[in-house]
């Protein structure tokens, strides 16, 4: 299994929990599943909607992104992209710093940590680290990956 295909497998995990975690907000799941018992502290906090939506939504937004384009890069004609993988890497990074600010949130406003949301942070951090050598280890500049992207065939 290579990066870009371990970044789409985190990402539908992380899609899966960002649905099941609306789900809940929205009360079509009565009780979260929770061994700690400060989940429903954090999913009922004043902190948990943002410009009017449910931060779990926008979790299953950011993961549906990271999925679709990295299945996107597992296509033979993207697959030494260096502007998707770029793409990823800012994305990651972004999801990154608002799980950071989130979980600074948890501790120190809700004092309450949520076992769904550390889990989903593990899994922006894990997709962060593949994003980045990803990048890392790709070949080519910007400007050959353009002429790529235009011509398939380009070599």
């Keep these: 299994m290579n990066k870009r295909m371990g970044m789409a497998l985190v990402s539908l995990m992380g899609l899966l929990l960002g649905v099941y975690l609306t789900l809940y907000?929205?009360?079509?799941?009565?009780?979260?599943?929770?061994?700690?018992?400060?989940?429903?502290?954090?999913?009922?906090?004043?902190?948990?909607?943002?410009?009017?939506?449910?931060?779990?939504l926008w979790g299953a937004?950011?993961?549906a992104s990271m999925l679709a384009l990295s299945i996107a890069s597992l296509q033979e004609q993207f697959a030494d992209s260096r502007r998707l993988a770029l793409v990823l890497l800012v994305l990651s990074a972004w999801g990154a710093l608002f799980t950071g600010w989130l979980n600074y949130l948890e501790a120190f406003r809700l004092e309450a940590w949520c076992e769904w949301c550390l889990g989903s942070a593990s899994m922006v951090l894990v997709l962060l680290v593949l994003s980045i050598l990803n990048w890392r280890d790709g070949s080519g500049s910007l400007a050959e990956s353009d002429d790529a992207i235009a011509d398939p065939s380009y070599k």
């Design 61 to 63: 937004g950011f993961y």
């Design 25 to 56: 907000h929205y009360g079509f799941i009565g009780t979260i599943a929770c061994g700690i018992s400060s989940c429903e502290k954090v999913q009922s906090s004043r902190w948990s909607m943002l410009l009017g939506f449910p931060v779990a």
